[in-house]
């Protein structure tokens, strides 16, 4: 069990306990007790009669309407259904639950001034597992309203949750839980619509898959420079602290762990620029994801809401805030910056296998075919990666550069942060299927080689690649061996 004492106590490892590893949360009554001081508080600011966003007022562009005290509380429920508009195949279940547990931390906060009931009941529904279907959009409105509706919708017993590998309407898995739907009361509704805890969820999500990914490719980098018996030089710990690149000395190390004995170190010809930069191209997605984690650590206790009840403070009075840490830019930039970085590890892929395939460079039969001419050996799976590189080109243009009015243009800038995300989760994925078929090219490449490469952290990959894929001595239909690698690659083993 993960105990929260705090609202920003919340890091990195107890996120993932609770979210992937399924560990139940515990709250300090002590919080409990503070949140609920911050509701008295916001509901004695709101009986002197102010204007209050998304209470006391409409939203957008309808934001100078009065709502009546008698309308107050269907507002806040019809805030929670008439944004939920999403498209698309749902988000994974982690991703729900992570935004599920960011928006506990910023109401324990007490800033957002929800009451102690709203989250108690947000504890209750983490650790029974509530998964709420959200699709994963695009979403054009500002901030993440339209997914945060489709989330926080179950808790009135609006839209579909899944229980137990089924798909039920949300009144029906309350009424199986024998939970009564919630009440939000005034300003909860809009607080549980704004803030951007989506964002974080999707970026530790991506980050973890992006390190899995870097890491299966320097892996391959590594058997594919053995191979062709490449120049260990350009790894050389004393050439790359003259980069003062500390990444790639990191990349640089890990290559020479790997190949071992099997460096080379004497004099010969340098090879192709694609074995040579390899410290480099994986070293800046290697900063570029240890960058977005360090975001993502700050954001962990974030408060994204808008309005915000602060005290007063110096010339600044007691009240309500309007807010932008709704908008996630700065995550939508760092999700791109590894967009790019990854899909330069693509490019690595897709040249170094291309010269894998000539035997002027790797010393081996013409497109690793056993009889060059009759057979067309591997020279599909380059073809493949070819495909993969230029979708993942065109994958990489920045969705950050948008702005689009909404809201008769009360909403007037978006960050499409769920866009960068899915750019980034089909980068990931096509540079995932390269380096699988880089691999299923390796495992010939050994085939065909017949000796020993003297390293043997990759004599045992080719050893379990082996045991997947068979030689290529006949021409076939590789999808089948580039699936079971992929499966391999997924499953986190090597």
């Known amino acids: 069990m993960v105990e929260l004492h705090r609202y920003d106590a919340l890091d990195l490892e107890s996120y993932r306990r609770i979210v992937l590893a399924g560990e139940q949360v515990a709250v300090d009554e002590l919080l409990f007790e503070q949140v609920e001081r911050s509701r008295e508080a916001l509901v004695?600011?709101?009986?002197?009669?102010?204007?209050?966003?998304?209470?006391?007022?409409?939203?957008?562009?309808?934001?100078?309407?009065?709502?009546?005290?008698?309308?107050?509380?269907?507002?806040?429920?019809?805030?929670?259904?008439?944004?939920?508009?999403?498209?698309?195949?749902?988000?994974?279940?982690?991703?729900?639950?992570?935004?599920?547990?960011?928006?506990?931390?910023?109401?324990?906060?007490?800033?957002?001034?929800?009451?102690?009931?709203?989250?108690?009941?947000?504890?209750?529904?983490?650790?029974?597992?509530?998964?709420?279907?959200?699709?994963?959009?695009?979403?054009?409105?500002?901030?993440?309203?339209?997914?945060?509706?489709?989330?926080?919708?179950?808790?009135?017993?609006?839209?579909?949750?899944?229980?137990?590998?089924?798909?039920?309407?949300?009144?029906?898995?309350?009424?199986?839980?024998?939970?009564?739907?919630?009440?939000?009361?005034?300003?909860?509704?809009?607080?549980?619509?704004?803030?951007?805890?989506?964002?974080?969820?999707?970026?530790?999500?991506?980050?973890?898959?992006?390190?899995?990914?870097?890491?299966?490719?320097?892996?391959?980098?590594?058997?594919?420079?053995?191979?062709?018996?490449?120049?260990?030089?350009?790894?050389?710990?004393?050439?790359?602290?003259?980069?003062?690149?500390?990444a790639a000395q990191t990349i640089g190390r890990q290559l020479l762990e790997l190949l071992g004995s099997a460096a080379q170190w004497d004099e010969r010809a340098q090879p192709p620029v694609s074995f040579r930069v390899i410290p480099q191209?994986?070293?800046?997605?290697?900063?570029?994801?240890?960058?977005?984690?360090?975001?993502?650590?700050t954001r962990l206790s974030s408060v994204t809401d808008s309005p915000l009840l602060l005290d007063s403070k110096d010339d600044e009075p007691e009240g309500l805030y309007p807010s932008g840490g709704f908008h996630a830019i700065e995550l939508t930039l760092r999700l791109e910056a590894v967009a790019v970085a990854a899909v330069q590890v693509s490019n690595l892929v897709e040249k170094r296998l291309h010269r894998l395939m000539d035997a002027r460079f790797s010393g081996l039969p013409e497109q690793l075919a056993r009889r060059p001419g009759l057979q067309a050996g591997a020279v599909s799976l380059h073809k493949a990666v070819v495909g993969l590189t230029a979708e993942n080109r065109l994958l990489a243009a920045p969705a950050s550069v948008h702005a689009l009015d909404t809201s008769t243009g009360q909403e007037d800038l978006q960050a499409f942060t769920f866009l960068a995300a899915a750019r980034l989760e089909a980068v990931l994925d096509n540079l995932e299927a390269a380096v699988a078929c880089e691999l299923v090219a390796l495992r010939q490449a050994a085939h065909l080689l017949g000796s020993e490469l003297g390293a043997p952290p990759l004599e045992r990959l080719v050893a379990r690649l082996a045991e997947i894929v068979d030689p290529i001595d006949e021409d076939r239909t590789l999808s089948p061996d580039i699936e079971r690698v992929r499966a391999l690659l997924h499953s986190g083993e090597l």
């Not at 100078?64 to 259904?81: H, K, N, P, V, Y």
């Not at 005034?186 to 991506?206: C, R």
């Not at 997605?285 to 993502?296: F, G, V």
Request: hydrophobic share 45%; aromatic share 6%; net charge negative.
């Open 44 to 246: 004695r600011h709101l009986e002197t009669g102010v204007a209050a966003y998304g209470v006391t007022t409409g939203l957008g562009y309808l934001a100078s309407e009065t709502i009546g005290d008698g309308e107050q509380a269907s507002l806040q429920r019809s805030l929670l259904t008439a944004r939920a508009s999403g498209l698309g195949s749902p988000l994974a279940g982690d991703i729900v639950r992570g935004a599920m547990l960011l928006r506990l931390v910023g109401f324990l906060s007490g800033f957002p001034g929800v009451s102690a009931a709203l989250c108690r009941f947000l504890v209750a529904r983490l650790n029974q597992g509530w998964s709420p279907i959200v699709p994963a959009g695009p979403y054009g409105a500002s901030g993440e309203i339209a997914p945060l509706a489709h989330l926080f919708q179950t808790f009135i017993g609006e839209g579909l949750v899944e229980l137990g590998g089924e798909r039920l309407s949300a009144q029906e898995a309350l009424e199986r839980a024998g939970v009564e739907a919630y009440e939000p009361a005034p300003k909860e509704g809009v607080a549980l619509l704004n803030g951007s805890p989506f964002g974080t969820a999707l970026g530790i999500h991506l980050g973890d898959a992006g390190g899995r990914v870097l890491q299966q490719a320097t892996v391959g980098a590594a058997l594919a420079v053995a191979l062709v018996d490449a120049s260990a030089r350009p790894f050389s710990p004393r050439v790359l602290l003259l980069t003062g690149d500390v």
């Open 281 to 297: 191209v994986h070293g800046t997605l290697q900063r570029a994801l240890a960058e977005l984690t360090q975001l993502l650590d």
